[in-house]
């Protein structure tokens, strides 16, 4: 159990156009989910912490007006680039918390492949 | 904030060898965990230390965390191609977030 999936794997968008993931917790229901960004030959970088119902908390320096959280129910979070440029091209990755778990271990989409032409 | 540093950045071994990754804080860990990812791929969970001198085993790999909980290592024992990623480790901050280490690139050589 304690499956994340990440639609779609992959996409090419053109600049100024926006795009959207969806993070979805297939066999649980996830108290909170993640989103990190990683580009190439680096590590994850958290972006924002998202909970069912509520505002996403960014971390600093990621702009909530570009990189739109809704989280509508338990299964599932979305992220949506707007507007999109080059410099967005990168590695997406969710993660998600399971609801009633007593320890914060992440389970892990398999990313998104953003690459912004 | 904490921070988490890994070495090395990138190792390349012989088929068969033993290797060990580290990973040190700049502060108390109160869970660590590791994990590897295939490049362009998802992040594969390892295991979690939580207490200070426990140690834990998965097939080949065992990870150790310091009685003083600010340092983490992970050892593979006779590496195999299949052992090839990047192993990352991270940390719990407050609100059940999660930081990273900059990873360590495994390379096996058959």
């Known amino acids: 159990g304690a499956v994340v999936s990440q639609h779609p794997s992959w996409v090419i968008c053109k600049s100024g156009t926006s795009v959207k993931i969806e993070c979805r917790s297939l066999?649980?229901?996830?108290?909170?989910m993640f989103w990190y960004r990683q580009f190439p030959k680096q590590s994850l970088m958290l972006m924002a912490t998202s909970n069912e119902g509520s505002k996403a908390t960014y971390e600093q320096g990621v702009e909530k007006d570009k990189f739109l959280i809704n989280h509508a129910s338990l299964t599932l979070s979305t992220l949506t680039v707007t507007s999109a440029h080059p410099e967005d091209s990168s590695f997406y990755i969710c993660?998600?918390?399971?609801?009633?778990?007593?320890?914060?271990?992440?389970?892990f989409g398999p990313g998104t492949r953003l690459t912004v032409t | 904030s904490q921070e988490l540093e890994q070495s090395p950045q990138s190792l390349i071994v012989q088929e068969g060898k033993n290797l060990t990754i580290n990973c040190t804080s700049s502060?108390?860990?109160?869970?660590l965990y590791w994990y590897k990812q295939k490049y362009g791929e998802g992040l594969i969970f390892l295991m979690m230390?939580?207490?200070?001198?426990e140690e834990k085993s998965h097939e080949k790999i065992t990870a150790k965390l310091d009685e003083k909980k600010q340092q983490s290592s992970l050892h593979i024992t006779a590496s195999q191609p299949s052992h090839a990623g990047i192993y990352l480790c991270?940390?719990?901050?407050?609100?059940?977030?999660?930081?990273f280490g900059q990873g360590t690139e495994l390379s096996v050589k058959p």
């Open positions: 230390l939580q207490k200070g001198g």
């Open positions: 502060k108390t860990l109160y869970g």
């Open positions: 991270g940390a719990d901050e407050f609100g059940g977030k999660l930081i």
């Open positions: 993660s998600a918390n399971k609801l009633g778990s007593a320890s914060y271990e992440q389970y």
């Open positions: 066999d649980f229901q996830a108290t909170t």
